[in-house]
């Protein structure tokens, strides 16, 4: 009787033990990490922004580097040759109208890795190295080029150049390297991709972070003071949200020169995307502060003495934190969605600026995208990111709330 | 019942007005004027525009008159329709709104029917039959619709249109009956050119909905009347749609007010990118042609809707559950 | 030992010998969850006799609940019914055992309502808001009783009224959330009798409700129970609730049955130590202000832990070491048809003691703080 009974206290007060002693965010913690989906969202998330950090280092070229010989040209396959990683060179020609590319694989050239290239700078620090890239010629030609079958005193041939095909046969520059194809400048889709997730990936979290802050006030501000003040901010926020949200940005956004400096219309992009998002934060935050105050808890403490602004810090917010948080993660796709659309009617960011909705601006037009489907592959960073942080906030919502499975 | 209703109308009438000040304010903060893009017009034209044809024109317009004057003019005769010119297209706004607002309210409209007739009978599927292979798949899918940005889903939705089926996207009617008159072929000749835009409109909103109404029966489905029609003896069917999805549907009803913006902002858009007679590409055009009138009664347009859109919204909580008294 | 009045109740008895209107034999619930089994209800038999009431008393936990959920084949998922046998005696029909019915069979759905009534804890939440309570009754008679809307609505009007409630007519096209506590749980109450079912399933229906109103539900229910001639089975902690209701008593801990046994027996010399601690924790009347109240030591131990031996044994002042840590007692009779469940009352063949024999054992455990069983008043 000894041991069961010894064993069963010692189980009760196990279990008692654990509940008491680890913190609410700790139990946040390990009920997020159980959910899986969430975890594989965050992780692919923590992934893109590192991308994003270290970008000119994975892009093997400028973003803005235009190259009028390969306007459009579709992504380089790459060959496994003689034991290495190689792109076939690319030999263009003209055909009713549209250029087209031929792969030479006779003179298969060499990815390497690791290869110096255009010089950059990550966080102030210079760097010439980029993951990989292409730096080799390819050599010389051993076979004569074909020829279209182009008969002499054709009007045509003389008016499309000589055989129709450009020199890069025997070109002074090495082959590129398009993994993702090439855009109606010539300028190489990975690079900008890349390049355009620092401005996409950022824009949100600045958007929401400054919603945050402002409905976070405001919210809880409106639902402990109540009365008149109240009152005026429900007002206010009502008619901002019966004004249609895209509208709304693109009114705004029109207001903006087009030849205002890049960072600083990133800035007031923010500003824009933050402008109607703050309300639905607040109108959240001033539920449930509601809520709290009229708790006892609260009462005591205005009996102890403290003032309206010692309670809101530290009791409203850190209680409404959690959930705060989990309203935030869940804006930053409609900021990003938001930016991107945008963006994409040209209201956004705009050239030389990348942003993925800049580059979804060239898939415009169903006749390009048609020829050219490669122009719409911006489109998955973009679905990618927005679901991860679905899961993301579905995991911290389904973690902070005590009564959910 | 009356006096809410008079009540609800005063304020949305507040509210409109104060709409109309903000949307004229924002409107009104670019530099430069209305008439820049005009005055452009004219030059490229290679007509002379003298400082002073400028200036008389200024006066003509009240360019340089102060906001407030502006606003006043302007609202003065918009109670009686006129809602000013367009400077840019010499029409009056009025007669370019005309019909293209009952295309953007139509198209809103089916776009939400839409949504409500997948979402509900698949949310209920996918809340019954928890963890099957079919919800997997459902989940999946919500997540896309609501992930993948609308015109994005309209561009690839016309590219898989255009090069699989060969339809003609980008038009509201097909050649055979463009400047035929109204009739029934007509008619279903628009429906079936306005299917793809709808559904594209919708599945934002679809997805999102399907999510809800599935978390919601799951809530429902726990609750403890469930166990007391069982008790009864009702089928498990009974059970689910005369019980359980009744109440369901309420979250549902109240979120439907904030599915209206996603729902007439993702028109505006899957119409530029469709290139679509509605709203969406005059809109824009009017923004970045500074166009000020034609822009802010869209603007202020499209917030009635949603004003409206809100009203019936209330409505239809109030007349489906009865707990809800309308003060 | 304890005096709280009480009707005068007959001779109670459970099991064959009398007509009862349900048997449950040897029932096994289970829950299958990702940390463990949790055996709900383990091994239960008790029966309800006909036209009288069966109280079921337990703390939480104890699975009280879950047999009664059981019965209706309503036990949520990931419950199962894993053994057993529930025979049913509907009037008029042939005994059968509903556990060979399917869950969502039509069988089953034809019993449910019709020959077994069922009112639940919650009143508050346990009436659909979307529907007006005479629809809701009337949908049950509409599904058992009778195809006629006008005559179901007639018959619903009817069982409003005897249950009490003020201006019956008013009150079928009221919505529930128009009406108080005690009135929604009189609805209930209406529905749950609508098709005058052999069997009134009761789970704690008076808990939520406040003393005044209890009582009041508490008349109503006996009331109806002599005008219908039902049973009722009348799952709950309260103990003073059971003394004004029950004819018979089952005590249930962890999933078993302790004690069975008449109402006036359990309150008389209540046999199993855990029935006799429990009389002993209720606040009595005139005993003024000396000490504390006496609970039971220990606790309920976690959901997933096996015990050895007697479950309640941890927290017995008189468990007989090296016989009740290492057998498991059974359900076994004990004089006037109770039943009890302990090794101070049978030994470890099954043989019952004899009382005597129960006293000089329960007195050598004295000195160290035992029970004290005293005679009958």
Same mark, same amino acid.
């Given at each position: 009787?000894?041991?069961?009974?010894?064993?069963?206290?010692?189980?009760?007060?196990?279990?008692?033990?654990?509940?008491?002693?680890?913190?609410?965010?700790?139990?946040?913690?390990?009920?997020?990490?159980?959910?899986?989906?969430?975890?594989?969202?965050?992780?692919?998330?923590?992934?893109?922004?590192?991308?994003?950090?270290?970008?000119?280092?994975?892009?093997?070229?400028?973003?803005?580097?235009?190259?009028?010989?390969?306007?459009?040209?579709?992504?380089?396959?790459?060959?496994?040759?003689?034991?290495?990683?190689?792109?076939?060179?690319?030999?263009?020609?003209?055909?009713?109208?549209?250029?087209? %590319?031929?792969?030479?694989?006779?003179?298969?050239?060499?990815?390497?890795?690791?290869?110096?290239?255009?010089? %950059?700078?990550?966080?102030?620090?210079?760097?010439?190295?980029?993951?990989?890239?292409?730096?080799?010629?390819?050599?010389?030609?051993?076979?004569?080029?074909?020829?279209?079958?182009?008969?002499?005193?054709?009007?045509?041939?003389?008016?499309?150049?000589?055989?129709?095909?450009?020199?890069?046969?025997?070109?002074?520059?090495?082959?590129?390297?398009?993994?993702?194809?090439?855009?109606?400048?010539?300028?190489?889709?990975?690079?900008?991709?890349?390049?355009?997730?620092?401005?996409?990936?950022?824009?949100?979290?600045?958007?929401?972070?400054?919603?945050?802050?402002?409905?976070?006030?405001?919210?809880?501000?409106?639902?402990?003071?109540?009365?008149?003040?109240?009152?005026?901010?429900?007002?206010?926020?009502?008619?901002?949200?019966?004004?249609?949200?895209?509208?709304?940005?693109?009114?705004?956004?029109?207001?903006?020169?087009?030849?205002?400096?890049?960072?600083?219309?990133?800035?007031?992009?923010?500003?824009?995307?933050?402008?109607?998002?703050?309300?639905?934060?607040?109108?959240?935050?001033?539920?449930?502060?509601?809520?709290?105050?009229?708790?006892? %808890?609260?009462?005591?403490?205005?009996?102890?003495?403290?003032?309206?602004?010692?309670?809101?810090?530290?009791?409203?917010?850190?209680?409404?934190?959690?959930?705060?948080?989990?309203?935030?993660?869940?804006?930053?796709?409609?900021?990003?969605?938001?930016?991107?659309?945008?963006?994409?009617?040209?209201?956004?960011?705009?050239?030389?600026?990348?942003?993925?909705?800049?580059?979804?601006?060239?898939?415009?037009?169903?006749?390009?995208?048609?020829?050219?489907?490669?122009?719409?592959?911006?489109?998955?960073?973009?679905?990618?990111?927005?679901?991860?942080?679905?899961?993301?906030?579905?995991?911290?919502?389904?973690?902070?709330?005590?009564?959910?499975? | 019942?009356?006096?809410?209703?008079?009540?609800?109308?005063?304020?949305?009438?507040?509210?409109?007005?104060?709409?109309?000040?903000?949307?004229?304010?924002?409107?009104?903060?670019?530099?430069?004027?209305?008439?820049?893009?005009?005055?452009?017009?004219?030059?490229?034209?290679?007509?002379?525009?003298?400082?002073?044809?400028?200036?008389?024109?200024?006066?003509?317009?009240?360019?340089?008159?102060?906001?407030?004057?502006?606003?006043?003019?302007?609202?003065?005769?918009?109670?009686?329709?006129?809602?000013?010119?367009?400077?840019?297209?010499?029409?009056?706004?009025?007669?370019?709104?005309?019909?293209?607002?009952?295309?953007?309210?139509?198209?809103?409209?089916?776009?939400?029917?839409?949504?409500?007739?997948?979402?509900?009978?698949?949310?209920?599927?996918?809340?019954?039959?928890?963890?099957?292979?079919?919800?997997?798949?459902?989940?999946?899918?919500?997540?896309?619709?609501?992930?993948?940005?609308?015109?994005?889903?309209?561009?690839?939705?016309?590219?898989?249109?255009?090069?699989?089926?060969?339809?003609?996207?980008?038009?509201?009617?097909?050649?055979?009956?463009?400047?035929?008159?109204?009739?029934?072929?007509?008619?279903?000749?628009?429906?079936?050119?306005?299917?793809?835009?709808?559904?594209?409109?919708?599945?934002?909103?679809?997805?999102?909905?399907?999510?809800?109404?599935?978390?919601?029966?799951?809530?429902?489905?726990?609750?403890?009347?469930?166990?007391?029609?069982?008790?009864?003896?009702?089928?498990?069917?009974?059970?689910?749609?005369?019980?359980?999805?009744?109440?369901? +549907?309420?979250?549902?009803?109240?979120?439907?007010?904030?599915?209206?913006?996603?729902?007439?902002?993702?028109?505006?858009?899957?119409?530029?990118?469709?290139?679509?007679?509605?709203?969406?590409?005059?809109?824009?055009?009017?923004?970045?042609?500074?166009?000020?009138?034609?822009?802010?009664?869209?603007?202020?347009? +499209?917030?009635?809707?949603?004003?409206?859109?809100?009203?019936?919204?209330?409505?239809?909580?109030?007349?489906?559950?009865?707990?809800?008294?309308?003060? | 030992?304890?005096?709280?009045?009480?009707?005068?109740?007959?001779?109670?008895?459970?099991?064959?010998?009398?007509?009862?209107?349900?048997?449950?034999?040897?029932?096994?619930?289970?829950?299958?969850?990702?940390?463990? &089994? !949790?055996?709900?209800?383990?091994?239960? =038999?008790?029966?309800?006799?006909?036209?009288?009431?069966?109280?079921?008393?337990?703390?939480?936990? *104890?699975?009280?609940?879950?047999?009664?959920?059981?019965?209706?084949?309503?036990?949520?998922?990931?419950?199962?019914?894993?053994?057993?046998?529930?025979?049913?005696?509907?009037?008029?029909?042939?005994?059968?055992?509903?556990? &060979?019915?399917?869950?969502?069979?039509?069988?089953?759905?034809?019993?449910?309502?019709?020959?077994?009534?069922?009112?639940?804890?919650?009143?508050?939440?346990?009436?659909?808001? *979307?529907?007006?309570?005479?629809?809701?009754?009337?949908?049950?008679?509409?599904?058992?009783?009778?195809?006629?809307?006008?005559?179901?609505?007639?018959?619903?009007?009817?069982?409003?009224?005897?249950?009490?409630?003020?201006?019956?007519?008013?009150?079928?096209?009221?919505?529930?959330?128009?009406?108080?506590?005690?009135?929604?749980?009189?609805?209930?109450?209406?529905?749950?009798?609508?098709?005058?079912?052999?069997?009134?399933?009761?789970?704690?229906?008076?808990?939520?409700?406040?003393? &005044?109103?209890?009582?009041?539900?508490?008349? !109503?229910?006996?009331?109806?129970?002599?005008?219908?001639?039902?049973?009722?089975?009348? !799952?709950?902690?309260?103990?003073?609730? !059971?003394?004004?209701?029950?004819?018979?008593?089952?005590?249930?801990?962890?999933?078993?049955?302790?004690?069975?046994?008449?109402?006036?027996?359990?309150?008389?010399?209540?046999?199993?130590?855990?029935?006799?601690?429990?009389?002993?924790?209720?606040?009595?009347?005139?005993?003024?202000?000396?000490?504390?109240?006496?609970?039971?030591?220990? =606790?309920?131990?976690?959901?997933?832990?096996?015990?050895?031996? *007697?479950?309640?044994?941890?927290? *017995?002042?008189?468990?007989?070491?090296?016989?009740?840590?290492?057998?498991?007692?059974?359900?076994?009779?004990?004089?006037?048809?109770?039943?009890? =469940?302990?090794?101070?009352?049978?030994?470890?063949?099954?043989?019952?003691?004899?009382?005597?024999?129960?006293?000089?054992?329960?007195?050598?455990?004295?000195?160290?703080?035992?029970?004290?069983?005293?005679?009958?008043?």
């Amino acid at each position: 009787m000894a041991t069961v009974e010894a064993v069963a206290a010692s189980q009760a007060s196990a279990s008692t033990r654990i509940a008491e002693d680890v913190s609410q965010w700790t139990l946040m913690r390990w009920r997020f990490a159980r959910n899986r989906l969430s975890l594989f969202g965050l992780v692919v998330l923590v992934l893109l922004y590192v991308v994003a950090a270290i970008a000119p280092f994975l892009a093997p070229y400028p973003y803005n580097a235009i190259d009028t010989e390969y306007i459009h040209t579709p992504p380089t396959p790459v060959r496994f040759l003689n034991g290495q990683l190689s792109i076939c060179p690319l030999t263009q020609f003209m055909r009713d109208f549209q250029w087209e %590319y031929t792969e030479d694989c006779d003179r298969a050239v060499p990815i390497e890795f690791m290869v110096k290239g255009h010089p %950059y700078t990550i966080f102030g620090v210079p760097f010439e190295t980029h993951l990989f890239g292409v730096t080799q010629l390819p050599p010389p030609r051993t076979t004569p080029v074909k020829k279209t079958e182009a008969k002499a005193n054709d009007p045509l041939a003389a008016f499309m150049g000589s055989s129709g095909e450009s020199t890069t046969a025997d070109a002074t520059q090495p082959p590129r390297v398009f993994l993702l194809g090439s855009d109606i400048q010539g300028r190489d889709m990975l690079s900008r991709i890349l390049e355009g997730s620092r401005i996409s990936l950022t824009i949100g979290l600045v958007g929401v972070a400054l919603s945050v802050v402002l409905g976070a006030i405001l919210g809880t501000a409106s639902g402990y003071l109540g009365g008149l003040f109240d009152d005026l901010v429900q007002r206010f926020i009502e008619i901002i949200q019966s004004m249609p949200t895209l509208p709304l940005w693109a009114a705004i956004a029109a207001a903006l020169p087009p030849t205002m400096p890049v960072p600083q219309r990133y800035f007031l992009i923010t500003i824009i995307l933050s402008f109607v998002s703050w309300t639905g934060l607040a109108r959240q935050v001033r539920g449930k502060v509601m809520g709290y105050s009229s708790l006892d %808890y609260i009462a005591a403490a205005r009996l102890a003495g403290c003032s309206h602004l010692r309670i809101i810090l530290t009791h409203m917010l850190p209680n409404a934190s959690s959930h705060i948080i989990v309203v935030s993660t869940l804006a930053v796709p409609s900021a990003i969605l938001g930016e991107t659309a945008l963006s994409f009617l040209g209201l956004g960011m705009l050239p030389p600026a990348v942003s993925w909705g800049v580059l979804l601006r060239d898939a415009q037009q169903i006749q390009s995208v048609l020829l050219h489907p490669w122009l719409l592959i911006p489109a998955l960073p973009i679905i990618i990111t927005v679901t991860c942080y679905q899961f993301l906030g579905d995991g911290l919502r389904d973690a902070a709330d005590p009564y959910s499975g | 019942m009356i006096t809410f209703l008079i009540r609800r109308l005063l304020f949305m009438v507040v509210t409109v007005v104060f709409i109309s000040m903000i949307s004229f304010v924002l409107i009104e903060l670019p530099p430069g004027s209305a008439l820049d893009a005009k005055l452009q017009q004219f030059r490229s034209r290679g007509l002379n525009v003298t400082s002073d044809v400028v200036k008389s024109l200024e006066e003509r317009y009240g360019i340089n008159d102060p906001i407030y004057t502006k606003y006043w003019k302007w609202i003065s005769r918009a109670v009686y329709g006129d809602f000013g010119q367009s400077f840019y297209l010499d029409q009056p706004v009025s007669s370019l709104i005309g019909s293209r607002i009952w295309f953007s309210i139509g198209m809103s409209t089916a776009a939400l029917l839409f949504a409500w007739l997948v979402a509900i009978p698949v949310g209920v599927y996918s809340a019954t039959h928890r963890n099957s292979l079919p919800d997997y798949l459902i989940t999946v899918m919500q997540f896309l619709g609501v992930a993948i940005p609308e015109f994005l889903l309209a561009i690839v939705l016309m590219f898989i249109a255009s090069w699989y089926f060969g339809v003609e996207v980008g038009v509201l009617y097909s050649k055979a009956y463009r400047d035929a008159p109204w009739g029934v072929g007509k008619l279903l000749d628009l429906l079936s050119h306005l299917w793809l835009p709808v559904v594209v409109i919708g599945t934002h909103s679809t997805a999102w909905l399907t999510r809800v109404m599935r978390a919601n029966l799951l809530d429902v489905m726990g609750a403890q009347y469930v166990q007391t029609a069982r008790s009864k003896g009702l089928g498990e069917r009974v059970v689910v749609w005369k019980h359980a999805v009744r109440n369901a +549907l309420h979250p549902l009803v109240m979120a439907l007010g904030a599915t209206l913006p996603a729902l007439i902002s993702g028109e505006v858009i899957v119409s530029i990118v469709l290139n679509l007679p509605t709203t969406g590409p005059l809109y824009v055009q009017a923004l970045i042609n500074k166009d000020m009138y034609l822009a802010i009664t869209f603007l202020l347009f +499209l917030s009635i809707l949603l004003v409206v859109g809100n009203l019936l919204a209330d409505l239809a909580l109030a007349w489906l559950d009865p707990r809800v008294r309308l003060e | 030992m304890v005096t709280i009045p009480r009707p005068a109740s007959g001779l109670g008895s459970t099991t064959a010998a009398v007509d009862n209107v349900i048997d449950v034999r040897n029932l096994h619930v289970e829950f299958h969850t990702s940390l463990g &089994t !949790v055996r709900a209800v383990n091994g239960v =038999s008790l029966g309800v006799p006909r036209g009288k009431t069966l109280g079921v008393v337990g703390e939480s936990g *104890c699975g009280k609940s879950v047999t009664a959920f059981a019965i209706m084949q309503l036990v949520a998922t990931p419950g199962v019914i894993a053994q057993g046998e529930i025979i049913l005696r509907a009037r008029g029909k042939d005994p059968v055992n509903l556990l &060979t019915y399917g869950k969502a069979s039509d069988d089953m759905r034809a019993v449910r309502g019709r020959h077994i009534g069922m009112i639940f804890q919650e009143p508050m939440t346990a009436l659909n808001p *979307c529907y007006t309570i005479g629809n809701q009754i009337a949908e049950a008679i509409l599904l058992h009783r009778t195809s006629d809307p006008a005559q179901a609505d007639a018959m619903a009007l009817d069982i409003l009224s005897r249950v009490g409630l003020p201006s019956p007519s008013r009150l079928m096209t009221t919505f529930p959330h128009q009406l108080s506590g005690g009135m929604r749980q009189r609805a209930m109450i209406a529905l749950a009798l609508s098709c005058e079912p052999d069997l009134l399933l009761a789970d704690e229906p008076t808990t939520a409700l406040d003393v &005044t109103t209890q009582a009041q539900i508490l008349d !109503v229910m006996r009331e109806l129970q002599q005008h219908i001639g039902m049973s009722i089975m009348f !799952v709950t902690h309260n103990l003073g609730v !059971v003394a004004q209701m029950c004819d018979e008593v089952a005590v249930m801990y962890l999933g078993r049955i302790v004690e069975q046994a008449s109402v006036d027996e359990l309150f008389d010399s209540p046999k199993h130590p855990y029935t006799r601690a429990l009389m002993r924790s209720i606040p009595q009347l005139g005993s003024g202000r000396k000490g504390r109240l006496e609970v039971i030591q220990g =606790s309920i131990p976690g959901q997933f832990s096996k015990l050895a031996g *007697c479950q309640f044994h941890p927290r *017995c002042p008189d468990a007989i070491a090296g016989v009740c840590d290492v057998k498991s007692p059974s359900l076994l009779p004990i004089g006037d048809g109770a039943h009890v =469940s302990c090794f101070l009352h049978h030994d470890p063949s099954g043989s019952p003691r004899s009382p005597e024999a129960v006293v000089a054992h329960a007195q050598s455990m004295t000195g160290a703080g035992g029970a004290t069983v005293t005679s009958p008043n």
